[in-house]
Structure formats: C-alpha cells, structure tokens
C-alpha cells in the first residue's frame, strides 16, 4: 500500500527555517517524481518544488515564490525526500503536502500529475 507521510511543520519567526520530511512506504522513491505542495486558507494547492530522476540524473523544479529560499533533497536509502525552508516568510504559511508522480520523467507543480498524496503538515510563519 502507498503511503507518504509528511513531518517537521511547526511555527516559526519570519526569516527562520524549517526542515520537511516525507517518508514513503510500499514503493520505491527512485522511480517516482516526488513533489512538495501547500495550501494557504481560501487558497487553491500549489506547487511549491519537486525532484525526479531523468536519464540517471536528479532535476530539480521550484516555484518563483520559493527560488534561493528552500532546497529539495532525496535519501533513497532511507526512501525519504526533504524540504529544507530557509528565510522563512508569513506568506509560506499554509499546508504542506508532499506527492508522488510515477515514473523516470521531468516534474512539476501541476497538481494533477501526481497519483499519491500525504495528508499534510502545518506550517505556520509568524511572530
């Protein structure tokens, strides 16, 4: 069975950091897209950064919004990928969720393309 579970939200002052994880059970990470995405209240899901393995090499995709600010990494051997949150603004706020698209191709922010979903963390920027 797929599953993905989401941890390491939490509240935090502007400017700070957080560091997301997403721990998949029941497939391989190697061979997926796995994407980070959040939700703000009243406000559609978006794509915030994924990661892909495309003919043996890791791409990378990040939304404008996060650019220089987070940092997406994978541990296959521990099947885990991390959303490292830097410069941390009270517009990051929102629900994050992590996602997994099957397959060796490029990734994006399109909600649509991913089959698998985590139920979400909290993250919450304020002072």
């Known amino acids: 069975q797929v599953q993905l579970v989401e941890s390491g939200g939490g509240l935090v002052q502007p400017g700070g950091s957080l560091r997301l994880s997403c721990a998949a059970s029941?497939?391989?990470?190697?061979?997926?897209?796995i994407g980070w995405f959040r939700q703000a209240p009243g406000k559609e899901r978006e794509g915030v950064s994924c990661?892909?393995?495309?003919?043996?090499?890791?791409?990378?995709y990040y939304a404008d919004s996060v650019k220089g600010r987070f940092t997406i990494s994978r541990d296959n051997a521990k099947n885990t990928v991390f959303l490292q949150m830097n410069s941390l603004k009270p517009e990051d706020t929102g629900v994050y969720y992590c996602?997994?698209?099957?397959?060796?191709?490029?990734?994006?922010?399109?909600?649509?393309?991913?089959?698998?979903w985590g139920q979400g963390t909290q993250v919450t920027v304020s002072s």
């Open positions: 029941g497939f391989s990470m190697d061979y997926y897209a």
């Open positions: 990661i892909s393995s495309v003919d043996g090499s890791t791409h990378t």
């Open positions: 996602a997994a698209d099957p397959g060796l191709h490029y990734c994006g922010g399109y909600v649509a393309t991913y089959d698998y």
